[in-house]
């Protein structure tokens, strides 16, 4: 592997300076938050690139404006050696994976990159389920239900008034469903579509309505969280599509995932990427991704802990 010609491809578009921030891992020498090209290449690019060599990445939406843009994506390929001490499969595997992204106005450069893969996915194509099985389907994502391109959306189609009414309609998501903390006062109406369908991660699953998304999400979430508070890092749109990256801020007071409350104050890291009707102004889509590994430390459970079992087990 050639850092030298790696790094001169990339230093038109990164800062030296950049920080690459992605999933938590009990391992200091791989993934984490890193900063510097060196760094980033040792940590995550050689790694992943070990391990899922020739992989096929399916953008399936890649949205800007002039300091931020996001991505999300998976993708497909053949595993063939560990990542992150999740034993490879010599199988075919699917990455789901987010970026965000945040451009320094001077240097026109990428200063901050936070990079998410669902590693729990991994985990359990590994044959290791670390978080009870959901009664949603897992594992399933596919591109917006549109023809807006792939990724979406195509810039040059763009309608900047659409871009402002994705940001407000998304902006009251955020406030109705992260920072509403009573369980029985959601609302499907002026906010999401009642056949919306929201793909999360392993864990969770996919939502394939309102209800479900209530039922199986929100609700859990704040019946086990009290006393929350959200920061946003990044919140990009461009048409009809948005992304927001942030954490989610909370006392653990009750059971989620199967961790029995702990009474610790944790952050969750999420990144949430839209596809909002602009016309009905209500959202129709949304993909979903968390460092669930991380949060999981936070409550003292250590998911890698989980893998111990024989491979094939899937039981917890």
Request: with cysteine.
């Amino acid at each position: 592997w050639d850092f030298d010609a790696w790094s001169a491809a990339m230093k038109p578009f990164w800062d030296p300076d950049l920080i690459y921030d992605t999933n938590w891992t009990p391992y200091p020498d791989v993934l984490g938050n890193s900063s510097g090209l060196r760094p980033w290449f040792d940590r995550e690019h050689i790694p992943f690139n070990l391990a899922f060599r020739n992989c096929t990445f399916s953008q399936m939406i890649f949205a800007g404006e002039e300091l931020t843009a996001t991505t999300t994506t998976y993708g497909l390929a053949y595993w063939q050696a560990d990542l992150a001490h999740i034993p490879h499969t010599s199988m075919a595997a699917r990455i789901r994976i987010f970026d965000f992204y945040r451009i320094d106005e001077a240097t026109r450069k990428i200063a901050y990159n936070w990079m998410l893969l669902d590693l729990p996915h991994l985990m359990l194509q590994a044959g290791h389920r670390v978080l009870p099985e959901p009664k949603l389907r897992e594992g399933w994502v596919a591109p917006p239900r549109a023809m807006d391109g792939i990724p979406a959306p195509v810039s040059s189609l763009v309608n900047r008034n659409h871009t402002e009414i994705a940001r407000r309609v998304v902006y009251g998501s955020l406030l109705s469903d992260w920072m509403n903390t009573s369980t029985d006062s959601y609302r499907c109406e002026g906010v999401w579509k009642r056949d919306m369908i929201w793909y999360g991660p392993v864990g969770i699953g996919t939502a394939t309505s309102c209800e479900e998304y209530h039922k199986h999400f929100l609700i859990p979430l704040h019946s086990a969280f009290t006393d929350s508070s959200l920061e946003i890092d990044v919140f990009s749109c461009e048409g009809p599509y948005c992304g927001v990256h942030g954490r989610f801020s909370a006392s653990h007071t009750g059971e989620w995932l199967g961790a029995q409350p702990t009474g610790k104050r944790i952050n969750l890291r999420f990144g949430m990427h839209y596809h909002v009707d602009v016309i009905a102004h209500d959202i129709g889509e949304s993909w979903a991704l968390f460092d669930l590994p991380d949060v999981f430390n936070q409550m003292g459970i250590n998911l890698w802990d989980r893998m111990k079992v024989a491979a094939g087990d899937t039981r917890m």
